[in-house]
C-alpha cells in the first residue's frame, strides 16, 4: 500500500512558476515509477510527467515539455514538479501517481496503482 500527499499547489500569474512535491508512505516507492497528471474542469484527466524508479529516464507531455521538470528523491520518498512559464491552460487538479512495482515508466494513466487528493494549481492571465 502507498499513501500520496500532493503539496505546494496555489495561485500565480501567468508566466510564474510553481513547485509540486509529493510525499509518500511505504518502503517501496524506489522500487515504483512515479507520474503527475493534471485534470482540468470538464476534462479528463491527462498525463503530464513521469520518471522512472532511479530518476533516470523522464517524459513529458508535448503542451508541458521544455517547461516542467519531474524529479525524485528515493531517499526521502518524494517526487517533485517544477513549472515554469505557466500558463493559463496549465489550470487544473494535479495529482501525483505511483506506478506498480518494477515495471517501466509510462505515459499510460491506466499502468498508475495510487494516486493523491490533489492540489489545485490557477494560473491567473
Known amino acids: 500500500q502507498v499513501q500520496l500527499v500532493e503539496s505546494g499547489g496555489g495561485l500565480v500569474q501567468a508566466g510564474g512558476s510553481l513547485r509540486l512535491c509529493c510525499a509518500a508512505?511505504?518502503?517501496?516507492?524506489?522500487?515504483?515509477?512515479m507520474g503527475w497528471f493534471r485534470q482540468a474542469p470538464g476534462k479528463e484527466r491527462e498525463f503530464v510527467a513521469a520518471i522512472s524508479r532511479s530518476g533516470g529516464s523522464t517524459y513529458y507531455a508535448d503542451s508541458v515539455k521544455d517547461r516542467f521538470t519531474i524529479s525524485r528523491d528515493n531517499a526521502n520518498n518524494t517526487v517533485a514538479l517544477q513549472m515554469n512559464s505557466l500558463k493559463s491552460e496549465d489550470t487544473g487538479v494535479y495529482y501525483c501517481?505511483?506506478?506498480?512495482?518494477?515495471?517501466?515508466?509510462?505515459?499510460?494513466?491506466?499502468?498508475?496503482?495510487?494516486w493523491g487528493q490533489g492540489t489545485q494549481v490557477t494560473i491567473s492571465s
Open positions: 501517481a505511483a506506478g506498480r512495482e518494477w515495471v517501466r515508466v509510462t505515459t499510460n494513466i491506466n499502468a498508475y496503482d495510487y
Open positions: 508512505s511505504g518502503r517501496t516507492f524506489s522500487s515504483r515509477p
